[in-house]
């Protein structure tokens, strides 16, 4: 009963695996990616060789099969060493969802397996320029005209738009339904009428690309709907239930790394004759953010089991997860930067580039504020674990 609370031999394995090739291949492309804003190429070959750019595709689509939580190791132990580079799996995953949750067999065995193998990225889009926390107001449209739906509209904020070769794009089919008049559909780059945005100039993540995507009286055979039309906003909802975990994971990586940096630095750093790892406010520090750091950790853990199960209460979990662990990488990196001081400030070290990374997870697939106001509606129908079903 004790080994509860201690991952599982095959995912202690995976994150040797995992932390090995991110250390050799990924972790000198970031600083790089970073600087130049430009996909890291060579880490994302890296991944793919190790089998690590989407391990969550089941194995009959040619995948690895990992569970949520195995996943989320992947994706942690990648920021870890950049950012940029974990939403390979990160979004790979979070394009795909909505094919393994409602999907017909057909789409499954078109678009997965090219993703499993390598061959695509696959990206989401939900966002719009008004549609953003509030995306049940999207304008996309899809109308249907004969075996073809035709979709118009532009979606913003898409992680790698332009790189993926298929998008999970989500637009209006029935007028005057709001979220129950939402569909979607799988869009693939070389679509006649899809076009893309210029990069957007971002604070961090900079080596993944984030575009517009423009959808002009964009032709796709009917089969290519995910699940029945009407259902997309409930498949988007359940999606970002999951995919938050990933979001948690990315945190605790680049939290991660920040105080392993920061710890490493104290060590050697000598000030008044002695380490300054040896001062008591530099330890109390330290302490804290080992504390948040692993309580992200933990929570996150919870919540990858939660989503692997598929449980009721994941809906709390997965915005907890996300909220907390984003919140604790904001503050670790703020005070890695701080135990580094001058050098904490430039790019000698990495530690600002990872308080800049942070910042994002706070943000995407739902801003923490949003997250919050999730898990309040939950403790109050009672709906947060099954501790406090029927509590009050």
């Known amino acids: 009963m004790f080994d509860v609370y201690q991952l599982p031999e095959e995912h202690r394995e995976l994150r040797k695996v995992a932390r090995a090739v991110c250390e050799r291949k990924v972790a000198p492309g970031a600083a790089v990616a970073d600087e130049t804003a430009e996909f890291p190429q060579a880490s994302y070959d890296a991944l793919r060789g190790a089998d690590l750019h989407a391990p969550h595709i089941p194995e009959q689509y040619g995948g690895a099969g990992a569970d949520a939580l195995a996943t989320a190791v992947v994706i942690e132990e990648v920021a870890r060493v950049c950012a940029a580079s974990s939403l390979v799996p990160g979004v790979n995953k979070l394009g795909t969802l909505p094919l393994l949750l409602a999907g017909s067999e057909e789409l499954k065995r078109t678009y997965l397996p090219p993703v499993a193998a390598g061959d695509a990225l696959f990206s989401y889009c939900l966002s719009e320029a008004e549609a953003g926390s509030d995306a049940a107001s999207m304008i996309t449209r899809a109308e249907l005209d004969g075996d073809h739906w035709v979709l118009n509209g532009t979606k913003y904020w898409i992680t790698n738009a332009g ?27 070389d679509d006649p009428g899809v076009g893309f945005g210029a990069p957007e100039h971002k604070l961090g993540v900079k080596g993944s690309p984030t575009r517009a995507v423009y959808l002009d009286d964009v032709r796709i055979p009917a089969n290519r709907v995910i699940g029945e039309p009407g259902t997309g906003f409930q498949t988007a909802m359940r999606t970002l239930d999951h995919t938050r975990v990933t979001i948690a994971a990315q945190a605790v990586g680049i939290a991660q790394g920040a105080l392993d940096c920061a710890t490493g630095y104290v060590k050697l750093r000598r000030q008044f004759g002695r380490a300054i790892a040896d001062f008591q406010g530099v330890q109390f520090l330290l302490a804290d953010m080992g504390m948040r750091l692993e309580a992200a950790r933990q929570l996150t853990y919870a919540a990858a089991a939660r989503s692997e199960r598929d449980d009721p209460d994941l809906t709390f979990f997965g915005a907890a997860a996300k909220c907390f662990a984003s919140d604790a990488a904001m503050q670790i990196t703020v005070d890695a930067v701080q135990l580094l001081g001058g050098f904490g400030y430039t790019t000698d070290f990495p530690v600002e580039r990872m308080l800049r990374d942070a910042k994002l997870t706070q943000i995407y697939e739902g801003t923490n504020q949003i997250q919050r106001i999730v898990m309040a509606r939950h403790l109050l129908r009672g709906l947060a674990g099954a501790e406090l079903v029927g509590a009050g």
Do not use: C, N, P, Q
């Not at 989500?170 to 008049?181: E, I, L, N, Q, Y």
């Open 163 to 189: 790189l993926s070769k298929f998008y999970t794009v989500f637009a209006v089919t029935g007028r005057d339904k709001g979220s129950a008049g939402i569909s979607a559909f799988v869009v693939e780059r």
